[in-house]
């Protein structure tokens, strides 16, 4: 898991393809791309975490990625007066008495013997305390949502820096990670996968349907930036002076100049986690983490807890893409719940990582930057080829317009014959584990 010289050609041809973008189509595409390609490469990062180390088989990336998501709004948005004084401690109550429902039938199994008692026990304090909860939490969302719901209609966040939701992301992200763990992890690869992609769902249905936490499907937007807005630096004097001095005008300046703070920002994310990733996988834990992926019963014969340690790592893995999942809507500077595409988009993740190499890091960081380029690119250049190879059919040629029409379509067929040749010639990525 070295960086070797063939690393170092691999992300030398990336950075020409970054280039090239923008000599072509501009520097602020090229930036663009590059940001949400760090941001990507992170998102590799901790399924490479759960699959390549661990062989753990997790396709719910989208809902650790939401809940990052739902993070960034929770932290930075300010806080709805309006909403907190008509029904926010009333929404609060009832959660409390939705935990403490669980808990209480949790005690009552653990501590009372089995038998008739128990469970007519347990069946009048779930019914009574269900009853409870909703009719407590439900008169709060409602009063919470009558307010103002055209532009606010929820409870708002905390009101502080953005950069804060990053790792509060991760800790959210961590865990849902730890309840997913602790009941699914116990499954056989096939089923974990369908109970990590039925949980995302899951999550993803409560952000578009649960207004009074993030409007649903009626967005967030106005998250704050940790970076500065161009409006604010083309009224800078200062600012105006730097851009003339380098022939640049200062409206372009001011968006190439706020992109390259993002992609500064993003890059160090992705350094530390990196680092951190390098440093626990060439630790004595992550030599154990292999010998449990490669042979589950020879470490247990060796007295490993393969339970827990699939646990540590899926909760690190988690942790990993709800802050990336952060990140985006930093980026976007807005929650859209309804973007969130379990199926989509953990399948570009999943060939990223893939493509790049499993089970070796810088593998799925180059892996994120190329698939996320070419996700990006290949539409483009495809709708080139075509109106190319077309240019010679009538105008009005029904073929033609269908070829044209197909070019939307460039994208999922080239991330699968991607997919396919690199797993005919190069079976174990780009990048492959040593």
């Known amino acids: ?28 595409t090229a930036l663009l791309i590059l940001n949400m ?55 609060l109550l009832g959660l409390v008495l939705g935990a403490a429902t669980v808990v209480g039938a949790v005690l009552i199994y653990t501590r009372m013997s089995a038998g008739r008692r128990r469970l007519l026990a347990m069946v009048i304090w779930i019914v009574a305390g269900f009853f409870i909860y909703r009719a407590v939490f439900d008169a709060g969302v409602d009063a919470v949502e009558s307010v103002n719901p055209a532009a606010t209609g929820y409870l708002g966040g905390l009101g502080l820096p953005v950069l804060i939701s990053w790792p509060v992301g991760g800790v959210l992200a961590a865990g849902a990670a730890w309840i997913i763990g602790k009941t699914a992890l116990g499954l056989r690869s096939d089923y974990l996968a369908i109970a990590t992609l039925g949980i995302a769902e899951i999550v993803i249905a409560i952000l578009k349907n649960e207004d009074w936490l993030a409007r649903g499907v009626k967005n967030v937007i106005g998250i704050p930036r ?21 022939g640049m005008d200062p409206t372009m300046a ?5 992109k390259l703070a993002y992609g500064a920002l993003f890059a160090l994310f992705l350094i530390v986690i990196l680092w951190m990733a390098q440093s626990a996988l060439n630790s004595p834990w992550g030599r154990m983490m292999r010998a449990i992926r490669d042979n589950e019963t020879a470490a247990e014969a060796m007295g490993k807890d393969v339970t827990r340690r699939h646990l540590q790592v899926f909760i690190l893995g988690s942790a990993v893409c709800g802050i990336a999942g952060a990140m985006m809507t930093t980026l976007d500077g807005q929650l859209t719940p309804g973007t969130y595409q379990p199926l989509r988009f953990t399948f570009l993740v999943w060939v990223m990582m893939i493509v790049g190499g499993s089970g070796n890091n810088y593998g799925a960081v180059l892996g994120g930057l190329l698939i996320w380029w070419l996700w990006v690119m290949v539409e483009p250049i495809g709708l080139s080829l075509i109106q190319l190879v077309t240019s010679g059919m009538a105008e009005d040629s029904g073929l033609r317009e269908h070829l044209l029409d197909s070019a939307a379509h460039m994208r999922l067929m080239t991330m699968g014959l991607i997919l396919i040749l690199v797993l005919r010639f190069s079976p174990r990525g780009l990048i492959p584990e040593k």
């Open 1 to 28: 898991m070295t960086f070797n010289t063939r690393s170092a050609a691999l992300y030398a041809g990336m950075a020409v393809l970054l280039i090239g973008t923008g000599m072509v189509q501009g520097w602020n």
């Open 37 to 91: 390609g760090l941001i990507s490469a992170i998102m590799s990062l901790g399924v490479n975490l759960q699959w390549g180390f661990a062989g753990l088989f997790n396709v719910g990336v989208m809902g650790f990625v939401a809940l990052g998501g739902l993070a960034a709004v929770l932290v930075s948005m300010d806080p709805v007066g309006d909403a907190w004084s008509a029904g926010g401690l009333q929404v």
């Open 226 to 246: 940790p970076v500065p807005y161009e409006v604010d630096l083309q009224q800078d004097p200062s600012f105006i002076e730097r851009a003339a001095g380098l």
């Open 254 to 258: 001011s968006t190439i100049y706020v």
